[in-house]
């Protein structure tokens, strides 16, 4: 697997309660962008509109040998998963107030360019520092094992 992005802070601001992979439909030169790893998923998110799933602020730069036809950098992508898996993340999403965030686009072995969606609940500030602060200990305590040996 080549991961061909990652949106690291969606980690630190969001609790991701469940992963799902997803495909995701795109152009040719946006394929060819995003193999140069020309991706950014900062701010992006997806939405549901009409039974289909969309990823949208993900921004993928034009692809530098592209002609006239090169794609738009910021437009709405579909992503792909089955029904019954877009009614359950509806359903999370619109009663327990969950958000939908693109972790990580990565090539899986069959070279398919996949996105990894997580689905997140949003960190207040103090969650975040306590989140920190746990992070911090746990490293400290490998650290005084590593070194303890």
């Not at 998110?45 to 034009?62: S, T, V």
């Amino acid at each position: 697997m080549l991961i061909l992005a990652d949106n690291r802070k969606a980690r630190h601001d969001y609790q991701v309660l469940d992963q799902l992979e997803v495909g995701i439909v795109l152009t040719g030169t946006e394929v060819k962008s995003c193999r140069a790893r020309n991706i950014s998923l900062a701010d992006a998110y997806a939405k549901a509109d009409n039974g289909e799933l969309w990823l949208h602020n993900a921004h993928i730069a034009p692809y530098e040998q592209g002609n006239r036809n090169n794609h738009e950098p910021r437009r709405p992508r579909k992503l792909l998963l089955q029904k019954r898996e877009l009614r359950r993340l509806v359903q999370a999403i619109e009663t327990k107030g969950l958000t939908l965030v693109p972790l990580k686009i990565y090539l899986n072995p069959r070279s398919l360019i996949k996105v990894d969606l997580g689905l997140c609940r949003g960190r207040q500030q103090h969650d975040k520092r306590d989140e920190m602060k746990r992070q911090a200990d746990t490293r400290e305590t490998q650290r005084a094992v590593r070194e303890h040996r």
